[in-house]
């Protein structure tokens, strides 16, 4: 994209949504002639570093350890120490989509040969862990097409009532929609008036 949408998350970390290729096929059936797999998408969607962040990110780390490993003081180097810890601390929190996570492995390469160039140790030689990157898990589906989003929206907005995907896909109409909402608000509206007439048995307990 030539002007990708961005957003800030800090001061001095932008995030740009990229397209990311790959490939994907579908598995042949037991009994498919075909000689070939169907491709099912050839690109996804993912959130990276904008490339003037990932640039202040690098010379930061860079700027952590070579104060790290030039303390003369013990206070001092234990200073550095918890910096870098908070930046890995940082890094491990934000690297949960796929094209910044890999982002976030090129840093953390680079730090680890930057290191291994200045002081011949390792991040565990100097008893710093590295963060651990997980993935970021995967949201529910809210609506396959716009008819389901309407829905949805539409109940929670005039009702206040979250109707589940499947019963807005399993429905044959719209008056099938409109009766799992009644019975929602009559299901609620019983909870409510069973709170409200156990609230008063325990005022009048109190009374007595």
């Not at 490939?23 to 690109?43: G, H, N, P, V």
């Not at 350890?65 to 601390?89: G, T």
């Amino acid at each position: 994209m030539n002007d990708p949408i961005c957003f800030k998350a800090t001061q001095h970390m932008v995030f740009e949504l990229v397209r990311t290729d790959h490939k994907s096929y579908k598995q042949l059936a037991q009994k498919d002639d075909k000689e070939f797999k169907d491709r099912i998408r050839s690109y996804a969607w993912s959130w990276r570093y904008s490339k003037a962040s990932f640039e202040v990110m690098k010379k930061r780390l860079v700027d952590i350890v070579n104060k790290l490993i030039s303390q003369k003081r013990n206070d001092a180097a234990e200073r550095n120490r918890a910096e870098l810890k908070a930046y890995f601390s940082m890094l491990e929190r934000w690297a949960v989509f796929k094209a910044n996570r890999q982002q976030t492995g090129q840093l953390l390469h680079f730090g680890q040969r930057f290191l291994k160039r200045k002081l011949k140790k390792t991040w565990q030689q100097i008893d710093i862990n590295p963060p651990h990157l997980t993935y970021l898990p995967r949201l529910e589906t809210y609506a396959t097409n716009l008819d389901e989003y309407i829905d949805r929206r539409n109940a929670w907005d005039e009702h206040g009532i979250e109707i589940p995907l499947a019963v807005i896909q399993s429905a044959n109409s719209n008056h099938d929609i409109d009766d799992y909402i009644e019975r929602e608000i009559s299901r609620r509206n019983q909870l409510n008036q069973d709170i409200q007439d156990k609230s008063d048995e325990l005022f009048l307990d109190v009374l007595q």
